[in-house]
C-alpha cells in the first residue's frame, strides 16, 4: 500500500490564482481529512468527509473548497489565493470502525502564495 | 473535546527514557487520550492512545493517572530519531467525522 499521497509537494502561486491539491488514499478508509499548518503551529482542520459525496467543514475552510467523489479520492481547492493561505497542507485518512481510529497523513504540500 | 497542556519543550540524552507529560483536567468518560508525533516536515504519526488503562506497543508506552486528568507517554529508549513535536489529543472516539484537534505540542529534542 502506498497509504496517503499528495500533490504536488510544492508551489508557488501568485495573488488570485486557483489551485487543486490532489490526495489519495489506497486503504479504504471512509474518512478523509485536509489540514493546514503554519509555521511552527497545530495543525488547523480545513474540510473533512464521512464517505463518498459527503463533506463538512472543518475549524478553518474560508477560502477553501472540496469534493468526494469516490472513496479513494479528497482534492482541495483553493480559489482565488491569498498570502495568508501560505502553508503546508496535509491530506489524511482514517478506518471508521473497530483498531485505533487512527489517522493516516500524507507527506503533505508546501504551499506559497506571493 | 477537552482541552490539553503540553510543556512547550524538552530535552533528554539518547538512550535514556524520555517522559512526556500531559494534562488534560476536563476529560470526559467516553473520551480517549491520543498522542502523535511529527517529525519535522512530515504528516503526523500515529503512536498510541488509551482510554483507563495503561498501554504498550512497539513505540512508547502511555501511562494515565487513575482519575484520569493527566497522562505521561514514555518513549523507553530515545533515539535521535525521536526528535519531534509530540501532540496530545483527547477526543472522543466514533464522534462524527472522528476529527482530531491539535494543540501546539512538545518540542522533544535527543541530543547524544
Known amino acids: 500500500n502506498a497509504g496517503v499521497t499528495q500533490t504536488p509537494k510544492f508551489r508557488i502561486l501568485k495573488i488570485g490564482q486557483s489551485m487543486t491539491l490532489q490526495c489519495t488514499q489506497d486503504?479504504?478508509?471512509?474518512?478523509m481529512y485536509w489540514y493546514r499548518q503554519d509555521p511552527g503551529m497545530g495543525l488547523k482542520l480545513i474540510y473533512y468527509s464521512v464517505g463518498a459525496g459527503i463533506t463538512d467543514k472543518g475549524e478553518v475552510p474560508n477560502g477553501y473548497n472540496v469534493s468526494r467523489s469516490t472513496t479513494e479520492d479528497f482534492p482541495l481547492r483553493l480559489e482565488l489565493a491569498a498570502p495568508s493561505q501560505t502553508s503546508v497542507y496535509f491530506c489524511?485518512?482514517?478506518?471508521?470502525?473497530?483498531?485505533?481510529?487512527?489517522?493516516?497523513f500524507g507527506p503533505g504540500t508546501r504551499l506559497t502564495v506571493t | 473535546d477537552a482541552k490539553t497542556t503540553q510543556p512547550t519543550s524538552m530535552d533528554c540524552a539518547e538512550g535514556r527514557a524520555a517522559n512526556l507529560p500531559c494534562n488534560h483536567s476536563?476529560?470526559?468518560?467516553?473520551?480517549?487520550v491520543y498522542w502523535y508525533r511529527q517529525i519535522h516536515s512530515q504528516g503526523p504519526q500515529y503512536i498510541i492512545h488509551?482510554?483507563?488503562n495503561n498501554e504498550t506497543n512497539e513505540m512508547a508506552s502511555l501511562i494515565i493517572t487513575e482519575d484520569r486528568k493527566s497522562s505521561t507517554l514514555i518513549l523507553p529508549h530515545a533515539t535521535l530519531r525521536d526528535t519531534a513535536v509530540y501532540y496530545c489529543i483527547v477526543r472522543v472516539v466514533v464522534a462524527a467525522g472522528n476529527k482530531l484537534t491539535f494543540g501546539g505540542g512538545t518540542r522533544v529534542l535527543v541530543k547524544p
Open positions: 488509551g482510554l483507563k
Open positions: 476536563t476529560i470526559s468518560g467516553n473520551e480517549y
Open positions: 489524511a485518512s482514517s478506518y471508521t470502525t473497530g483498531g485505533s481510529y487512527e489517522q493516516y
Open positions: 486503504m479504504n478508509h471512509n474518512y
